[in-house]
């Protein structure tokens, strides 16, 4: 099964704290549409929250909340705490140093992600009764299949490596780039490359075909970082075998 899948079973497998009908679940308004399906798949209200505007991750979770998924936004970890379940959406993190696991963490193995294994995903937690109930479901709904798995073998053994190059990539860009990027406060994978830029859509029309770039919608408008960091958004390439010095070279030369 894929990351989505994980994340809409880790749901169901937590029992949520209710305090306001024990169905509303926060999520970060600058995330991928997956924390979104997870909700509603399991009949869930989400609650949008605004990001923190330099590491592009929620910091806080409103009392209302009956769980949180939290996002390591591209990788970059964040630890919230809260007194109600915490399912870490980590689909880019494998290759981060990371402390908290929350309740259940889930990770991807989508072949954009720094473990490809074409599509799949991995899910852990230090519940027990949450495990047994995450079973129950992984064998009457989704399975990893055999083949995914020796692919997704294969490339964690080259995941060291992979996060090594991949932030080689993110530092030369940011030292020879003029524009901002993600703040590191913990650790990150290095999974997605983004920077900010005044004039985005400027910038993009002018290095479109020389450099394969793309923006980043926000799950839900009206929150001021979110909103910001969607309309100047550029998600740069950063998979290991790209030439950042020639991706580098286009940009500057078409400012």
């Given at each position: 099964?894929?990351c989505?899948?994980w ?10 704290r209710r ?5 509303i679940?926060a999520i ?20 949008f929250?605004d990001?923190?505007i ?6 806080e ?10 996002v390591?936004?591209?990788g970059n ?30 990770f ?5 992600k ?5 599509e ?7 519940d027990r009764?949450v ?6 479901l992984?064998?009457r709904?989704?399975r990893?299949?055999?083949?995914h ?9 080259k ?16 030292t ?11 650790s990150?994978s290095?999974?997605m490359c983004g ?9 993009l029309?002018r290095?479109?075909g ?6 980043y919608n ?9 909103d910001?960091l969607?309309s100047?958004i550029i998600?740069?390439?950063s ?5 950042e010095k020639a991706?580098?070279?286009?940009i500057?030369?078409?400012l």
């Amino acid at each position: 099964g894929s990351c989505t899948v994980w994340l809409i079973l880790a749901l169901r497998a937590v029992k949520l704290r209710r305090r306001y009908g024990g169905n509303i679940v926060a999520i970060p308004a600058f995330s991928w549409i997956s924390d979104l399906h997870a909700v509603t798949q399991n009949g869930y209200r989400p609650l949008f929250l605004d990001v923190d505007i330099e590491t592009w991750n929620i910091t806080e979770v409103p009392y209302v909340a009956d769980a949180v998924i939290p996002v390591h936004w591209g990788g970059n970890v964040c630890e919230v705490k809260a007194d109600v379940p915490v399912i870490y959406d980590m689909a880019h993190s494998l290759g981060a140093s990371i402390r908290d696991y929350g309740t259940v963490s889930v990770f991807s193995l989508h072949a954009t992600k720094n473990v490809p294994a074409c599509e799949g995903g991995v899910i852990v937690t230090n519940d027990r009764e949450v495990s047994r109930r995450i079973v129950e479901l992984r064998d009457r709904i989704s399975r990893l299949s055999e083949v995914h798995a020796a692919i997704a073998l294969t490339y964690l053994e080259k995941l060291p490596e992979t996060v090594r190059r991949k932030r080689e990539i993110f530092e030369y860009y940011r030292t020879h780039l003029p524009f901002k990027f993600q703040r590191v406060d913990l650790s990150h994978s290095y999974s997605m490359c983004g920077i900010l830029c005044e004039d985005r859509d400027d910038v993009l029309k002018r290095i479109e075909g020389k450099v394969d770039t793309r923006g980043y919608n926000p799950l839900a408008k009206g929150f001021r970082n979110s909103d910001y960091l969607s309309s100047h958004i550029i998600i740069l390439p950063s998979y290991p075998d790209v030439n950042e010095k020639a991706v580098v070279k286009w940009i500057k030369r078409k400012l």
